[in-house]
Nanobody, 121 residues
Framework: QVQLVESGGGLVQVGGSLRLSCAAS????????MGWFRQAPGKEREFVAG????????YHVDSVKGRFTVSRDNAKNTVYLQMNSLKPEDTAVYYC??????????????WGQGTQVTVSS
């Protein structure tokens, strides 16, 4: 079956960096556009970044633009989210998803279980 497994979350201070990874199995990874979402406590899940199947096209929401970078390595079946200059408002559970690179959650076929990112001030 398809599995998406996120890793790399943790506790970091304001201004710090983390790199999230999402390892995929059970699907032809190189055929799938991918997205990253996050959900903060008491808030709805929101789109963070998307990447097309080749990695040649990426999209980042304004709140993370210039700080976060989505990338992928199709040889390793893995998509990444490099997060720099972290802020307390970045605290959330981060999810990767397969099937689209758009903000529309309904277009995604598969979801990971999430990894917690906590930014302390």
């Amino acid at each position: 079956q398809v599995q998406l497994v996120e890793s790399g979350g943790g506790l970091v201070q304001v201004g710090g960096s983390l790199r999230l990874s999402c390892a995929a199995s059970g699907l032809v990874f190189g055929s799938y556009p991918m997205g990253w979402f996050r959900q903060a406590p008491g808030k709805e899940r929101e789109f963070v970044a998307g990447i097309n199947w080749s990695g040649g096209s990426t999209y980042h929401v304004d709140s993370v633009k210039g700080r976060f970078t989505v990338s992928r390595d199709n040889a390793k079946n893995t998509v990444y989210l490099q997060m720099n200059s972290l802020k307390p408002e970045d605290t959330a559970v981060y999810y990767c998803a397969a099937g689209s690179s758009s903000p529309n959650e309904a277009l995604y076929n598969y979801w990971g279980q999430g990894t917690q990112v906590t930014v302390s001030s």
